[in-house]
Structures are given as structure tokens and as C-alpha cells.
């Protein structure tokens, strides 16, 4: 056997490894699941909005069909999609659907008021103290849209740039349900 062909004794080829590696796989899945997938349950979480009004999932947006968007004004998808979620808001808030755009902990204030203002944002625009996104499943990725129904079960989950056929249709649902 040349040196080249040995197997070091670090790296065996044993099934038992695959076997844990898919284990562990299927721990993590089920954790994510669980954490999201199985609850479906909006958490209880409150928003500060640029104003200083604070609004809550537990009050203030129960009952209600809304949108939970997870942005910053420094991520370009976030950014090229803002203008197709401003038409989505526009097209269904006659129907009551309420929208919240949750600005990241990193982003600076004075950028997302820049922003929200010259943009002529129609929904609530909230700065996070890094509390929400921590209650929405450790959001860390931008954009992340949670679209919730009126009994607060989270229907869907976007993570980057929704569908917005897929999203207007689910809205659509929503908002016509009993």
C-alpha cells in the first residue's frame, strides 16, 4: 500500500459517522421546525415605531391580517423590493391589512428616518432594539417577511425578495377569511 492510499485514523470511513451526521441533520431540522414550522404562532412582540409609539402583536395587531418585514437600509434586495411591498400595502390596506417594516438593530436611525420619509413610506416604520428579531426565530438575513393571519398563525415566511403573486394570493386568503 502506497502512503497515498492510507486512511488516516481521524478520517474513518465509518457508517456510524454518516449515521450521527444525519442525526445531527435531522436534530437541527426538527429544532427549525419546531422553533417555526410546528408553532406557527406570531410571537408576542412589541415595536417601536420612529414616532415612539409602541405597538404590539398581542394588542394592538390582533385580529388583524399584517405583514412583519425584517429590512435595513443597507441590504439591496431589501431596498429593490421596498417599492413592490409600498404597492402591495397600497392595494390591500383598504381591506385592513396592517404592515410593520422592522428596521435591524445595525441600522442607523437616522438612515432608516431618511429613508422612511423621502420614500413616503404608507405603513409603520419601527427601529429594533434586536428584541423582535430575536422573538421571530433570531431573524438575521434581510429581508425577512412574516405574513400573519387574524387568528396571529404565521402563514408564511419569506426569507429575500417574496413572490408577489404567491404573496398577494395568500393576502387575498387572508383577508377574505371569517
Known sequence: MSEN?????????SPLRYIVMAIVAGVIACTGYFAFGGQQRVPDATFTLLSGQKISTSTDLKGKVYLINFWATDCETCMKEMPAMVNTYNRFKGRGLEFVAVAMK???PMYVTNYAQTRNLPFKVAMDDGSAAKQFGNVQLTPTTFVVDKD????????GEPTFEELDALLDKALNAA
Open 152 to 159: 396571529g398563525k404565521i402563514l408564511k415566511r419569506y426569507v
Open 5 to 13: 492510499s492510507q486512511v488516516s485514523p481521524g478520517r474513518s470511513k
Open 106 to 108: 445595525y441600522d442607523a
